[in-house]
């Protein structure tokens, strides 16, 4: 079992930065890929941004690229998105989620998911 728990959402105007935080305990982080997924109201969950523990690989959604970071924190057990040049179209619930292995940017893939945290972007 892995437990992820965000933390690090709120208000923010269009422009404006956010770091989300993904506290990861359980069974060892490392063997698994751990991603961002993001849910607009009326719309389907979609990939934002992920990142292999122990390899350190990245990949994003062309939708945030270049403007959202995903990092970790080892000794910490912490993921972290970095969110900048925040977009009213950024608005929604965030969540990370784990899957042992491979990478993958569907959610159907992963097995293990946080709680999620909001994010609003006004404008």
């Known amino acids: 079992q892995v437990q992820l728990v965000e933390s690090g959402g709120g208000l923010v105007q269009v422009g404006g930065s956010l770091r989300l935080s993904c506290a990861a305990s359980?069974?060892?982080?490392?063997?698994?890929?751990v991603s961002w997924f993001r849910q607009a109201p009326g719309k389907e969950r979609e990939f934002v941004a992920g990142?292999?523990?122990?390899?350190?690989?990245?990949g994003y959604a062309d939708s945030v690229k270049g403007r959202f970071t995903v990092s970790r924190d080892n000794a910490k057990n912490m993921m972290y998105l970095q969110m900048n040049s925040l977009k009213p179209e950024d608005t929604g619930v965030y969540s990370c989620?784990?899957?042992?292995?491979?990478?993958?940017?569907?959610?159907?893939?992963?097995?293990?998911w946080g709680q999620g945290t909001q994010v609003i972007v006004s404008s």
């Open positions: 990142l292999s523990w122990s390899a350190g690989d990245t």
């Open positions: 359980g069974r060892t982080i490392n063997d698994y890929v």
């Open positions: 989620a784990a899957v042992y292995g491979r990478f993958g940017s569907s959610w159907h893939e992963y097995d293990y």
